[in-house]
C-alpha cells in the first residue's frame, strides 16, 4: 500500500488549499482515511478523517468548519479542502490510512500507512 500526498504549499492568510492523497494497493471502500499535521517543535496532531463504509467525518476543533474531508472510491484518493487558512495551521501535512477499522477515529496509533507529508505554509 501506498500513499502519495500533494497540494501544499505557500498561501496567504485567509486562502485555501486542496490537498489530495491518493492511495494504491488497497481499495478505500472498506477503510479510515485520515489527515495529520506535524508544525515544527510540536507533535503531529490529528485534523481530520473519513470513513467510507459509515460515511462519516470527524474533525479536529481548531479546523471545523474550515476545512472539508471528502473523497472519490472511483480515483482511490482523499482530499482536504482547506479554507480560511491561517498562520497557525502551517505545518507538514500527512494522510494516513487505518486498514484494519472502518469506523472513523482521531488515533494515530491506529493508522498503518502514512504517505510522505505535504508542505503547508500560510503567511500572515
Known amino acids: 500500500v501506498q500513499l502519495q500526498a500533494s497540494g501544499g504549499g505557500l498561501v496567504q492568510a485567509g486562502g485555501s488549499l486542496r490537498l489530495s492523497c491518493a492511495v494504491s494497493g488497497r481499495s478505500l471502500s472498506w477503510n479510515v482515511m485520515g489527515w495529520f499535521r506535524q508544525a515544527p517543535g510540536k507533535e503531529r496532531e490529528f485534523v481530520s478523517a473519513?470513513?467510507?463504509?459509515?460515511?462519516?467525518?470527524r474533525y479536529a476543533d481548531s479546523v471545523k468548519g474550515r476545512f472539508t474531508i471528502s473523497g472519490d472510491n472511483a480515483k482511490n484518493t482523499v482530499y482536504l479542502q482547506m479554507n480560511r487558512l491561517e498562520p497557525e495551521d502551517t505545518a507538514v501535512y500527512y494522510c494516513a490510512l487505518d486498514s484494519r477499522r472502518g469506523s472513523v477515529h482521531s488515533v494515530r496509533e491506529w493508522y498503518d500507512y502514512w504517505g510522505q507529508g505535504t508542505l503547508v505554509t500560510v503567511s500572515s
Open positions: 473519513i470513513s467510507w463504509r459509515v460515511t462519516s467525518t
